[in-house]
């Protein structure tokens, strides 16, 4: 195995954002059809994108799909930065500051991944930022042109259909655009029934060592009740449990 990234701090004044190295552990449970197409699109994707729109509902692993792209990528030994995208939206945060602080996320993730989680969420205004940002630095049109002094990849995720918040002018349409060159959708959990055995055995087994208890399996009732369950919060949900 690859020596892991360094840990990247996050600087000073940027406290709502989150930046790891390579090491983090990935694990996509399962092992039904849904789960398969996944991890052959992460084959597929990681490789090559330069960006990339994650869709799903809340709950269903977003932020996991991007981790195993950026895994998957040419930069995998790089940064991996997550930016909460509602939070550039901050009314402490004005005008050239805030695209001063994007700018700085990606210097912050050049030759590794910046992740906007919940790029739905992002207030228009600060969706102008973003571009004006991009255009500086002359990203493509199509997203796949990132300059190579920075070497970025940029994944993002959103819980809304983007392209009705486009129609309906909350979100900017050039943005969406070059965001989603390549898109995955990850299906929800009561869609993968067939995968829940294997969740739960997943969870017990790190809530067993996490508390030092012994617990052998899940009673066949209790495991039919699990995957009738219609699990509206997905795997966050069902991990809660």
Excluded at 10 to 17: I, N, T
Excluded at 28 to 53: C, D, K, N, W, Y
Excluded at 120 to 140: I, K, N, S, Y
């Amino acid at each position: 195995m690859p020596a892991p990234a360094p840990l990247r701090e996050v600087p000073c004044g940027l406290d709502e954002f989150a930046a790891i190295g390579a090491s983090s552990q990935l694990q996509m449970v399962g092992s039904g059809p849904a789960i398969e197409r996944l991890r052959l699109q992460v084959r597929r994707i990681g490789p090559h994108f330069r960006t990339v729109l994650i869709s799903g509902e809340p709950g269903t692993g977003k932020e996991l799909a991007a981790r195993a792209l950026h895994s998957a990528s040419p930069g995998a030994q790089g940064p991996f930065v997550v930016c909460h995208s509602a939070t550039l939206g901050d009314q402490a945060i004005e005008g050239a500051e805030a695209g001063y602080r994007i700018a700085e996320l990606m210097k912050m993730a050049a030759r590794g991944t910046l992740f906007f989680d919940g790029i739905d969420e992002m207030p228009l205004e600060a969706q102008g930022r973003l571009l004006r940002v991009l255009r500086r630095h002359e990203w493509a049109q199509d997203g796949l042109g990132a300059p190579p002094k920075l070497d970025l990849r940029m994944a993002a995720s959103s819980s809304q259909d983007l392209r009705v918040l486009v129609s309906a002018g909350r979100f900017r349409q050039e943005l969406y655009h070059r965001m989603a060159t390549l898109s995955i959708a990850l299906p929800p959990l009561r869609e993968r029934d067939e995968d829940i055995p294997e969740l739960a055995t997943h969870f017990l087994a790190r809530f067993a060592r996490l508390y030092s208890k012994t617990v052998e399996r899940i009673a066949p009732e209790a495991m039919a009740l699990l995957q009738s369950h219609f699990w509206p919060g997905n795997v966050r949900e069902f991990e809660s449990v």
